[in-house]
Structure formats: C-alpha cells, structure tokens
C-alpha cells in the first residue's frame, strides 16, 4: 500500500496499477528522502517517470507550489489522475503523457524547475539518459535538487558538469542519490 507521509494529504492512501509494471517508492525510504530533503514548501517540482506519482504528490502535500508528473504508460498516468484527485492536489498539477526525458518544448512553460525526481524502471539505462539530459536541460533553477531512485547495479554518469552528488544512500537493492545544480 503506498501512503502520504506527512502535510495536507497526510495518510490518503495512493492506488498504484496492478503487476509489478510501477514499482512505487516504499515509504521508509520516502519518509528518509523528505527529511534529507527538509522544506519545499513554494518548490517546483517535476516528477520524471512518475508511476502513481507518490513522490510528487508527497512534495505537493508538504507545500510544494506545483508539480509535473510525466509517465509513458496512459493507464498509469489515468492513476495519477485520480491520486491527485483523491488527495484534493489536482489544482497545483498537470500530468503529462510522454516518455521521459520530454522535450524542452513540453516542460519550459512549468519551470524552472526546484526539485526534480527521477525515478525509472531499474537497470534499464533510464538513470543515466535523465541526468545527462538534466545536466545540459535549461529546466532547473539554480541550486535544484535532483532525486535519483535506482537499482544497486545502475551506474551514474561520472562527468556530469552542473550536477554535483552531495548524498547517496543505499536501501538494499535501492540506491538514492541526490544532486544539486551548481550552474
């Protein structure tokens, strides 16, 4: 069963599709993210492969302004929908559907973006295509963070230019890694 932690939205339950397609973030590692992460209460949020889009919606119940929420899968996305719905956050979001990284074209209007998370199937490659496209992307604002969920065995690209790890934490076969835009 997927949650919200914590804010306006605390303890709504999420539904997530059936089958192992989305794989939401499990809630003490949700719960461990949002305290390294602190405030983002007024951020701008854009949640890249959102799944049921837990982790956008957790940013937005603890005062985010506005989130994004991309996903290639309509079903999933549909999902989404009715997350935002059920926890009364649909107001502060827009769901597009697309395969992640999106062009510039379809994110620019929502942006710059404060925090970003990245959160794809694991060991398929996703991880590294969505950081080089963050690193060179004019979509974050100056000091963005930038959340990657990944499998152990996924590696991160070494020479990212603007995108610099200040933390990484390891949850058994989930790795997080935490990024800021030092551009």
């Not at 970003?116 to 979509?139: C, R």
């Amino acid at each position: 069963m997927v949650r919200v932690i914590s804010g306006s939205a605390k303890g709504a339950k999420l539904r997530a599709p059936k089958g192992h397609a989305t794989r939401p973030t499990l809630d003490r590692i949700k719960e461990s993210l949002f305290n390294i992460l602190g405030d983002v209460q007024g951020a701008r949020v854009l949640d890249l492969y959102a799944g049921t889009g837990a982790l956008g919606i957790e940013a937005l119940s603890r005062g985010a302004k506005h989130a994004v929420f991309v996903e290639r899968d309509g079903r999933v996305a549909a999902i989404i929908r009715e997350n935002l719905a059920h926890t009364k956050l649909e107001a502060s979001a827009v769901v597009i559907r697309g395969e992640a990284p999106l062009a510039y074209d379809r994110l620019a209007a929502f942006g710059p973006f404060d925090l970003v998370f990245v959160d794809p199937p694991y060991d398929m490659g996703q991880v590294a295509k969505a950081l080089i496209w963050l690193d060179e992307s004019p979509l974050l604002a100056d000091r963005a963070r930038v959340v990657v969920e990944r499998g152990a065995v996924e590696e991160i690209p070494p020479n990212l230019k603007n995108l610099k790890s200040f933390r990484e934490k390891v949850y058994g076969e989930t790795v997080l890694n935490l990024f800021v835009n030092s551009d």
